[in-house]
């Protein structure tokens, strides 16, 4: 059946305007053409525009580079001429501090070893008493002993308890009370000495040390100094060691004391007190009957 008329007319209108808007879209991109090939001119010449001015910027960096590069060079170079001047002038201050701090231990050197040499004589006459209050403590406290171990032996032949009075046993109380209090006095002198030797020897030490750390500053320069300084003092170094020993050897007679002492105690703790019975006396008033009827 053939398309009616009116079909044929729409088919017609709209073929038509489809033709139109083609033509429409053919003319517009058209346009779109021109302004991108426009947009695309403009485009390169901007470019080339921001070529040009990037140009001159380029060069400058380089040259501001290469400007920072010989200053930063300076700037290294100069850090390396302070660095040697602040070495010379910390080797300059040293040996300045060095021969400053010798010349005061010269001027009190000789006061030092003077005050070294009262200490030692002042040392050996409290050690040399001592000696002598520490050999009568034990001569006393070994006489003791031996009286204490007859005793006591003569108790074991007996194979009984060791029983005495209170007369016995307070002059054996008051002993070791006694000589337990000149044995705290004995330990706190013997303290003393051995505190005193040792502070004076790490003092003579801690200046050795101080002596060593100055020459080292300049050792062909100071070395000599240190070594007179040094040699000063060894002497006293020998000496309170000495005396130090000495003091040890009395502490060690000192321990064997006071183990004597401690058997002693032991020994007079052992010994029991026997309960001495003492007669009751009568009231006044039993006494007084008793006596009436006797008359």
């Known amino acids: 059946m053939p398309p009616s008329a009116y079909l044929k007319t729409s088919l017609a209108r709209f073929n038509d305007r489809g033709a139109l808007i083609r033509r429409d879209v053919e003319l517009m991109l058209e346009g779109l053409r021109v302004k991108g090939r426009f947009l695309d001119e ?3 010449k901007i470019r ?7 140009a001159p910027l380029r060069e400058a960096r380089r ?5 920072w590069d010989e200053r930063l060079k300076r700037v290294e170079e100069w850090m390396g001429s302070t660095a040697d001047l602040h070495r010379s002038a910390t080797m ?4 300045r501090d060095s021969a400053l701090g010798f010349d005061r231990a010269y001027a009190l050197s000789r006061k ?3 005050s070294l040499e009262q200490k030692a004589a ?3 006459n409290k050690l040399h008493a001592l000696g002598e209050r520490l050999r009568d403590w034990t001569s006393r406290l070994g006489t003791k002993e031996a009286e204490l171990r007859e005793f006591v032996e003569r108790q074991a032949v007996k194979d009984t308890e060791i029983l005495v009075s209170k007369a016995r046993k307070r002059p054996y109380l008051d002993f070791v009370f006694n000589e337990r209090e000149e044995e705290g006095r004995i330990s706190l002198e013997l303290k003393k000495l051995r505190t005193t030797a040792n502070r004076v020897l790490e003092r003579i030490a801690s200046a050795e040390k101080w002596a060593a750390q100055k020459a080292e500053s300049n050792p062909d320069q100071f070395e000599a100094k ?3 300084l040094v040699e000063s ?3 006293f170094h020998g000496r309170f060691t000495a005396l130090r020993e000495a003091a040890l050897n009395q502490a060690l007679e000192f321990e064997e004391g006071r183990r004597r002492l401690r058997w002693i105690y032991e020994q007079v703790q052992r010994m029991r007190v026997v309960e001495e019975s003492v007669p009751q006396r009568r009231p006044l008033l039993q006494r007084l009957f008793d006596s009436k009827a006797e008359n």
């Open 122 to 124: 002042k040392f050996e």
């Open 63 to 67: 040259e501001a580079w290469a400007s």
């Open 226 to 228: 240190k070594t007179y």
């Open 112 to 114: 030092y070893t003077a």
């Open 42 to 44: 403009l485009c390169q």
């Open 48 to 54: 080339r525009h921001r070529e040009e001015d990037f």
């Open 92 to 95: 300059l201050r040293a040996w």
């Open 233 to 235: 003092w060894r002497p």
